[in-house]
């Protein structure tokens, strides 16, 4: 078994006291939110729209803000796949800010130094100090994406309910809404801010946060992932996940979620197309630290979605841990099998890049790379971003055979041989282009947004 033992990220205020007996937090377990799952009285249950029973004497749920969104708007069918009235971006920034007012987070993230290191790709690099303190060691098991979940261990229903900025969920009449309170029973879909945040509007997305789910993709969740980016409608604001092995810190279902006002240099780098399947575009990144793959939509979300959560749950049954930013409001993806963990357990990694104590998941892949030491921000350059980066990245070999196995989900045939033989022929550069373009178009219809704090980096 391949172990190293490191500081998990503090997300909760809750997250160190786990130790103390009873509730008393008003939390999101079953001792707060019994959902319909109680017998005798009457609860409203938002997400089944209907009336359920619960004894008397107890609780009847917990009163959250819900927040429904319509997924028809998004099918070219029914309209545009953009959407032209982005409320979910105002109102996560408005409940994020008032959070910040009341003191919920560790450190003002807005006071953190940031700059853009000087070349080619502009990687960001931040100092961020208070993110290395008040840490509990644990021991991580990094050789299994897919792990039981233990409810022993710091999970999201400890979370508070003030930490909850809203619940989100699926309208059933296509029809996007706000309710400023609502009893919420069964299993919601929440989202809370980052108490450790990385930057401004840092949040996570817990689907079905009573369902206790590992930390695991499927295709509901996946789908609730690229739902939440496409109903914000702003380029600045990405979707972010890390599996098990990839330094996700806590094995309970969850996304993140942050705005960047600046594009990530993976957004920036060229690619070169290698398939498509339906109205999906599947390209394979290139003269970027970190070999992966990028998907296109085309004419559905929900397309998009069910390809990506399919072969991401491929990655998970064949145990390779992997990296997903969903970016350009849910219609661009980029997926990064890594191996930084794995290399790292075998005394693989060299020693000035561990001395830096980064963990390079999600933000940092994509080229959003956040130190802990003053010295190290210091002497930040593009030469060290593509050494961090180049520890994370698979050998030429083993990403081939990674990227047949992710092929695989898009290529449709019934014989298995025939498929397998058309992919070993497929990985032909059919179309190259730089992807600067995408984000200059994005980009510009978010300028007239004013939703979001204007961020200034420095050059060096």
């Known amino acids: 078994m391949l172990t190293i033992k490191r500081c998990p990220t503090i997300v909760s205020i809750y997250q160190d006291g786990l130790e103390k007996p009873g509730c008393g937090r008003n939390c999101l377990g079953a001792c707060c939110i019994p959902g319909d799952r109680m017998k005798g009285g009457f609860l409203l249950t938002h997400s089944l729209n209907r009336v359920s029973r619960f004894e008397s004497g107890q609780q009847p749920g917990a009163k959250l803000p819900v927040y429904t969104y319509g997924r028809r708007a998004y099918d070219t069918d029914n309209g545009s796949l953009h959407n032209e009235n982005p409320f979910l971006d105002s109102l996560l920034l408005a409940q994020w800010e008032d959070r910040l007012t009341q003191g919920h987070f560790r450190y003002d993230v807005t006071a953190c130094e940031t700059k853009v290191l000087p070349g080619d790709f502009g990687f960001i690099a931040q100092l961020n100090e208070g993110r290395h303190l008040k840490k509990r060691p644990t021991e991580c098991r990094v050789d299994q994406v897919l792990q039981f979940f233990d409810a022993k261990k710091f999970n999201f229903t400890k979370v508070g309910q003030e930490e909850v900025l809203f619940c989100f969920e699926e309208s059933k009449d296509d029809l996007t809404a706000y309710y400023d309170e609502m009893i919420v029973g069964g299993s919601p879909n929440i989202i809370a801010i980052n108490i450790s945040p990385i930057e401004y509007g840092h949040v996570l997305l817990v689907p079905k946060v009573s369902d206790c789910k590992p930390q695991r993709i499927d295709e509901g969740s996946f789908r609730l992932a690229l739902y939440m980016a496409a109903e914000a409608a702003n380029p600045y604001f990405r979707v972010g996940y890390n599996s098990l092995g990839a330094f996700a810190t806590v094995n309970h279902l969850h996304f993140q979620a942050y705005y960047l006002a600046v594009p990530f240099p993976v957004e920036r780098a060229p690619i070169t197309k290698i398939w498509k399947k339906g109205g999906v575009n599947i390209f394979e990144l290139y003269k970027y630290p970190v070999k992966g793959l990028v998907y296109e939509c085309g004419t559905s979300l929900d397309e998009l979605a069910d390809l990506v959560s399919k072969t991401c749950i491929s990655l998970q049954e064949q145990n390779i841990p992997f990296n997903v930013l969903i970016a350009e409001c849910g219609q661009r993806i980029f997926l990064f099998p890594q191996c930084f ?32 030491r003053k010295c190290d921000y210091e002497s930040a350059s593009e030469d060290y971003a593509w050494k961090l980066l180049g520890e994370v990245s698979l050998s030429d070999d083993r990403f081939d055979e990674v990227k047949q196995l992710c092929m695989s989900e898009a290529v449709v045939s ?33 300028k007239q947004n004013n939703s979001i704090k204007e961020c200034t980096y420095c050059l060096n």
């Open 414 to 446: 019934k014989n298995k041989a025939a498929q397998i033989a058309v992919l070993e022929n497929s990985f032909m550069p059919i179309d190259t282009e730089a992807t600067h373009y995408h984000w200059i178009k994005a980009s510009s219809n978010a």
């Open 341 to 372: 963990a794995e290399r790292q357990a075998l005394g693989q990694v060299e020693q000035d890049i561990l001395d830096t104590q980064v963990n390079p998941a999600v933000w940092e892949i994509s080229g959003h790379i956040v130190l802990k």
